[in-house]
């Protein structure tokens, strides 16, 4: 016997914007623990940290954030999801899966932007 599930839009958009916010979270995940380890590996002498190509694609992620922020540029990947849950009928985090709900708790805030904006802009310049 065989169970047939047949997705709705609804589901589809749902599952979609789940998935985007994973990929939001490993991108803040990445910039937040890349920094951490680069720092680390300055004073542990670590040689992987000097790696041209992670450096240079760590730098890039942090700049995309920190001009965003300067020019009040709302995320792409933050206006996607918002877009996919209006889709999927899902008014706020309340509604959304028990992983959005927990990804939403880490990596969203309520300050006024500029608290963003300038940590952002320490980051970058952190590095």
Not at 83 to 89: C, F, P, S, V
Not at 110 to 116: K, N
Request: proline fraction near 3%; aromatic fraction near 14%.
């Amino acid at each position: 016997m065989f169970i047939i599930i047949t997705a709705s839009p609804n589901m589809n958009s749902s599952l979609i914007a789940d998935l985007v916010v994973a990929v939001h979270f490993a991108y803040v995940t990445i910039v937040v623990c890349g920094l951490v380890v680069i720092l680390l590996g300055r004073f542990f002498h670590w040689r992987f940290v000097r790696n041209f190509w992670l450096r240079a694609i760590h730098i890039i992620m942090i700049v995309i954030v920190a001009i965003e922020a300067l020019l009040g540029i709302t995320c792409p990947m933050t206006d996607l999801e918002y877009e996919l849950r209006i889709a999927a009928g899902q008014q706020g985090v309340s509604n959304t899966s028990f992983i959005a709900r927990f990804i939403h708790k880490i990596i969203f805030y309520e300050f006024p932007p500029i608290v963003f904006t300038i940590a952002y802009c320490l980051f970058g310049l952190a590095l």
